[in-house]
């Protein structure tokens, strides 16, 4: 773990081989300081945050500007920025602006100050950040397929989703889970990542823990888990849905016949279409 702006993050969310920057403030940097380029030019700490990937002030997108395994040359700054001086006083490194987005905007100001007015204020840093890439990358997935892969499309995405709370997530969460109609699709495809990191990676990190229960209840309240199984860590103490499949299996009734009797008592709609596997209702 490394502290950095008062946060606490995990390593590698802040170490890289990959040196990162802004060419615009170096620049300018050499060109307002007395002593010269070399003096003047000096590395921003949230640069090498990986969820950063602007520089508000100048609009243009953070640029590699050198890569390095062994930390105590990766971190000799002078050297490195002396390599590279003419690219940056002959703007080599820099590329079109971009316009910030609402969660750029959040980011640099939370990073800068500590002030944040948005859901996100009681929760780390590390997990707000990661949980709006993660969710925004579903949502870009399922929304504009051409952005996939894209970062700062999913990191805006998903910011502009949490910024708001739990009931905005949730809404989010239950129009993910209503797309994964499939007969085979479990929480895993119908979550992506989203699912894949919080069950394996982030599992035992508490600062993930809110968005572990929003994302366990909304699987909960779609596929028909039985007692006993472990969702997202922890143990379901009693069913909450059957499914048809499920039913047929505990009960030894045909399908067909249990799906007459559950529409007929109005437990399912005659016009649900859906496999059943995925047909649900109320356990009890």
Same mark, same amino acid.
């Given at each position: 773990?490394?502290?950095?702006?008062?946060?606490?993050?995990?390593?590698?969310?802040?170490?890289?081989?990959?040196?990162?920057?802004?060419?615009?403030?170096?620049?300018?940097?050499?060109?307002?300081?007395?002593?010269?380029?070399?003096?003047?030019?000096?590395?921003?700490?949230?640069?090498?945050?990986?969820?950063?990937?602007?520089?508000?002030?100048?609009?243009?997108?953070?640029?590699?500007?050198?890569?390095?395994?062994?930390?105590?040359?990766?971190?000799?700054?002078?050297?490195?920025?002396?390599?590279?001086?003419?690219?940056?006083?002959?703007?080599?490194?820099?590329?079109?602006?971009?316009?910030?987005?609402?969660?750029?905007?959040?980011?640099?100001?939370?990073? *800068?100050?500590?002030?944040? $007015? =948005?859901?996100?204020?009681?929760?780390? /840093?590390? %997990?707000?950040?990661?949980?709006?890439?993660? &969710?925004?990358?579903?949502?870009?997935?399922?929304?504009?397929?051409?952005?996939?892969?894209?970062?700062?499309?999913?990191?805006?995405?998903?910011?502009?989703?949490?910024?708001?709370?739990?009931?905005?997530?949730?809404?989010?969460?239950?129009?993910?889970?209503?797309?994964?109609?499939?007969?085979?699709?479990?929480?895993?495809?119908?979550?992506?990542?989203?699912?894949?990191?919080?069950?394996?990676?982030?599992?035992?990190?508490?600062?993930?823990?809110?968005?572990?229960?929003?994302?366990?209840?909304?699987?909960?309240?779609?596929?028909?888990?039985?007692?006993?199984?472990?969702?997202?860590?922890?143990?379901?103490?009693?069913?909450?849905?059957?499914?048809? *499949?499920?039913?047929?299996? $505990? =009960?030894?009734?045909?399908?067909?016949? /249990?799906? %007459?009797?559950?529409?007929?008592?109005?437990? &399912?709609?005659?016009?649900?279409?859906?496999?059943?596997?995925?047909?649900?209702?109320?356990?009890?």
């Amino acid at each position: 773990r490394m502290e950095f702006r008062g946060e606490v993050f995990v390593s590698r969310a802040l170490r890289n081989p990959q040196m990162r920057g802004c060419p615009v403030c170096l620049r300018e940097d050499a060109e307002t300081h007395p002593d010269g380029a070399a003096a003047g030019q000096a590395m921003r700490g949230d640069w090498q945050l990986r969820e950063v990937s602007l520089c508000v002030r100048h609009r243009h997108p953070l640029v590699d500007l050198w890569r390095e395994q062994t930390p105590t040359k990766r971190y000799d700054i002078g050297p490195r920025l002396a390599d590279i001086r003419e690219m940056i006083s002959g703007g080599d490194f820099e590329q079109p602006r971009v316009e910030p987005s609402t969660y750029d905007i959040w980011l640099d100001a939370r990073l *800068a100050t500590g002030r944040d $007015e =948005t859901w996100l204020a009681s929760h780390s /840093l590390y %997990a707000g950040t990661t949980f709006c890439r993660l &969710l925004g990358a579903e949502l870009v997935r399922h929304a504009d397929p051409s952005n996939v892969g894209n970062l700062r499309a999913a990191q805006a995405a998903g910011f502009e989703v949490a910024r708001r709370g739990e009931e905005a997530v949730r809404k989010a969460l239950r129009e993910l889970a209503e797309r994964a109609t499939g007969a085979k699709v479990e929480p895993r495809g119908a979550f992506g990542d989203l699912y894949s990191k919080l069950s394996i990676d982030y599992l035992h990190e508490a600062a993930f823990e809110p968005f572990r229960d929003l994302l366990r209840e909304r699987i909960l309240e779609t596929w028909p888990f039985a007692a006993g199984e472990v969702v997202l860590g922890q143990e379901l103490p009693r069913r909450r849905l059957h499914s048809i *499949a499920s039913a047929e299996h $505990e =009960t030894g009734i045909w399908a067909t016949r /249990l799906e %007459a009797v559950l529409i007929e008592a109005g437990g &399912l709609s005659p016009k649900d279409t859906r496999p059943t596997n995925r047909k649900t209702f109320d356990a009890e």
